[in-house]
Each structure stands twice: as structure tokens, then as C-alpha cells.
């Protein structure tokens, strides 16, 4: 069992977008503004997508974005493409030094 | 080319030691954190542990006691060090390089070294 809850499947169809939960407690996302998030393709390392809750490194697109509300947080995949189908993952800070990951969605474009 | 490449996986038993290596280029492995990540097979990511730049490190309780997180400067390599490997901790095993003004969150990945704990 994760330490970070996250539905393990979610889908939408291009152009539409979709939104993935990660839930934690009070003592990690609640505390912390240290979320980040990642995607993994089948057979691939992940990819940092979103960090510190909702900002974006070089290069990823705006269609990504990340918010945090009190002990939950969320990735939003706009304008959904074929290539977006993949695993996600939040991480967040579990304070004394203790990074937590969530169990992973599996994004489906229908 | 920022990159970084592991290597030292393999099959082991029960009971025994692996090291694991993970170089880099293009960046220095000691001018930021740096964490390994490991993912059973099927399974999700797993935090293993990390070392700061100032050379603090810190474990998953899983594992606490039994690896060992350090880095070789000279070498510009990092290394996770495990003992009385057990079956499940059989994964594929990512070294990640903590990206620059951001906590706790990882830009740089390699490719990840197969480890299998098995008889």
C-alpha cells in the first residue's frame, strides 16, 4: 500500500482533459508545497512533469498543470493527445527526510 | 549531454551484495542531490534513498541498515551499496539527479539496471 493515494485508472478522449488526484495527509502534501509529478511511458524512466505543486521544468508543455488542496493533490492533462497515455505519479516531501510516492494512474486516451 | 547511466544489476541469491553504479555527464554529481528509485516489476515507484550535496543521506525504512548511498566525486558516479538482499527487492533500479532550486522533485533519471533477488 502506497503511502500517497492515487485512482489506480483514468481516461478521456483527445482534446478533452482529465484530472488525476493524489491524496495524502496533513504531515506530507498538507505540510509541504514539495508535489511533484511524473509520467512514465511502458519500458521507460519517468519524466519530472510538475514540481513544488504546480510548476512546470523546460520543455513540458502548458497543457500540464498541478494544484494542491489542503491534504490532496491534483494533475490537470489538457487538450488530451494519443501521446499522453502513460503512468502517472506524485511524489511528495514526508518530512525527516522521506519522499512518498503514490501507487501510480494509468492514463487511457479513448 | 546531461545524462546519467547505471549499471551493477544482475541476478543474485537471497543473502548477498550488489553495488550499484550510476555515472553521469555533463553535470557533477555532487552539485545537488541525488536519489535512487526503484520499481518492482508491475509495480509503482519506490523511494529508496538519497544523498545531499553536502553528503547527508537518508533511507526508505525498507532499507535502512541494509544499503548503503554514497558518491565518488573523482569518478563523478554514484553509488548504492546492498546488502542481505532480499526477494523484494527485486526491481529495476533508477538513479535521478534532484533538479536545481526545486525539492524534492527529479529532472534527470537514467535508465534504470534490472536487480533480481532469487535462488
Known amino acids: 500500500q502506497s503511502a500517497l493515494t492515487q485512482p489506480p485508472s483514468a481516461s478521456g478522449s483527445p482534446e478533452q482533459s482529465v484530472t488525476i488526484s493524489c491524496t495524502g495527509t496533513s504531515s506530507d502534501i498538507g505540510f509541504y508545497n514539495h508535489v511533484s509529478w511524473y509520467q512514465q511511458h511502458p519500458g521507460k524512466a519517468p519524466k519530472l512533469l510538475i514540481y513544488?505543486?504546480?510548476k512546470r521544468p523546460s520543455g513540458v508543455p502548458d497543457r500540464f498543470s498541478g494544484s494542491k488542496s489542503a491534504n490532496t493533490a491534483s494533475l490537470t492533462v489538457s487538450g488530451l493527445q494519443a501521446e499522453d497515455e502513460a503512468d502517472y505519479y506524485c511524489?511528495?516531501?514526508?518530512?525527516?527526510?522521506?519522499?512518498?510516492f503514490g501507487g501510480g494512474t494509468k492514463l487511457t486516451v479513448l | 549531454e546531461v545524462q546519467l547511466v547505471e549499471s551493477g544489476g544482475g541476478l543474485i541469491q537471497p543473502g548477498g551484495s550488489l553495488r550499484l553504479s550510476c555515472a553521469a555527464s555533463?553535470?557533477?554529481?555532487?552539485?545537488?542531490?541525488m536519489t535512487w528509485v526503484r520499481q518492482a516489476p508491475g509495480k509503482g515507484l519506490d523511494w529508496v534513498s538519497l544523498i545531499y550535496s553536502g553528503d547527508n543521506t537518508a533511507y526508505a525504512h525498507s532499507v535502512r541498515g541494509r544499503f548503503t548511498i554514497s558518491r565518488d566525486n573523482s569518478k563523478n558516479t554514484l553509488y548504492l551499496q546492498m546488502n542481505s538482499l532480499r526477494a523484494e527487492d527485486t526491481a529495476v533500479y533508477y538513479c535521478?539527479?534532484?533538479?536545481?532550486?526545486?525539492?524534492?522533485?527529479?529532472?534527470?533519471w537514467g535508465q534504470g539496471t534490472m536487480v533480481t533477488v532469487s535462488s
Open positions: 535521478a539527479r534532484g533538479g536545481y532550486g526545486m525539492s524534492w522533485a527529479f529532472d534527470i
Open positions: 513544488e505543486v504546480s
Open positions: 511524489s511528495s516531501d514526508g518530512g525527516s527526510s522521506n519522499l512518498l
Open positions: 555533463g553535470f557533477s554529481v555532487d552539485s545537488n542531490y
